[in-house]
């Protein structure tokens, strides 16, 4: 009888995981917010779903996805990451994963700031703009970036952060 020692081990291998993208809930929108054209309708959006969302802390930036598609309609949303009182970890692959899945044509980022000043911070600007370009590498329209504060927002786009880098 070989000792336990001597027993050749086989290392354990993962398997694989096959995905399938699920919608997790029904997020009714009235018919002229379908059409996701505005800072305004993504702010109201937020305000609908986003504050509702089950793991949504308002005590900590909270970033989400607004998938849509070539009309800029809204498929759906992704709440991507919850970070701390005054920062995110944001990824370009942690964006994207789920809009090429969903087969979006566009996203508008969203998040929050608890602070309730929706200024954006030169690290919003910084990752809104790497992400603009991972986009295009993606065929993905970054369409806008919306803060929101305590009773405004504000769209980095019409303040004039984004630019074409082609």
Request: aromatic share 6%; glycine share 6%.
């Amino acid at each position: 009888m070989e000792s336990p020692s001597e027993i050749p081990t086989r290392p354990i291998l993962k398997q694989p995981k096959e995905w399938k993208l699920v919608a997790l809930r029904e997020c009714p929108v009235p018919e002229h917010m379908v059409l996701c054209d505005a800072p305004e309708k993504v702010a109201e959006y937020w305000r609908m779903h986003i504050v509702t969302h089950p793991y949504f802390n308002p005590e900590c930036e909270c970033m989400v996805a607004l998938w849509l598609n070539i009309r800029k309609r809204i498929r759906g949303h992704q709440l991507l990451t919850i970070g701390s009182q005054d920062c995110l970890l944001v990824s370009p692959t942690l964006v994207f994963k789920g809009a090429m899945a969903a087969g979006a044509r566009g996203i508008v980022l969203v998040h929050n700031h608890p602070s309730g000043e929706p200024e954006p911070s030169e690290a919003d600007v910084k990752v809104t703009r790497d992400l603009i370009r991972a986009g295009q590498l993606l065929k993905i329209e970054v369409v806008d970036h919306v803060i929101m504060g305590a009773n405004r927002h504000q769209s980095l786009k019409s303040l004039g952060y984004f630019y074409s880098t082609s």
